[in-house]
């Protein structure tokens, strides 16, 4: 029923947006999903459809399994894992943070390729 797809549409739209207007929407590119919500499962399905090789970041492992497995994403990495996020520096074109709760961005940047975006979707009530 319509009801039931218009999340589907908000969601989808909501990433779709930025990755269109910054010009991700071309195949090849390695994009990292910050947040695994509603918008962050909609991010890793619509950047796969548009043949991005995918990268949840998450704070825990606790939703792995359902990354990698159940959305398709190519890789998983903990933001608390230093190691494996040295490991990451420098190897996405964009991130999208969908994270709706202030927290530190530095540790995402260097994740970043050169000219690489943060693309920020997570509404916060405080200031940057």
Not at 10 to 34: D, M
Not at 47 to 55: C, F, L, R, S, Y
Not at 106 to 115: A, R, T
């Amino acid at each position: 029923a319509p009801e039931q797809a218009a999340p589907l549409l908000c969601a989808g739209i909501t990433v779709y947006s930025p990755l269109n207007h910054f010009g991700f929407n071309q195949s090849g590119l390695r994009g990292g999903i910050l947040g695994l919500g509603g918008v962050g499962h909609m991010g890793v399905k619509i950047a796969k459809a548009m043949g991005h090789h995918v990268t949840v970041i998450s704070s825990s492992n606790k939703k792995r399994q359902e990354a990698l497995e159940h959305l398709g994403a190519d890789d998983y990495l903990v933001s608390s894992d230093t190691d494996k996020m040295q490991e990451a520096a420098d190897s996405l074109d964009y991130i999208i943070d969908t994270v709706p709760v202030g927290h530190p961005l530095e540790p995402y940047l260097s994740l970043l390729k050169i000219d690489g975006k943060l693309i920020l979707m997570g509404v916060i009530n405080t200031p940057l």
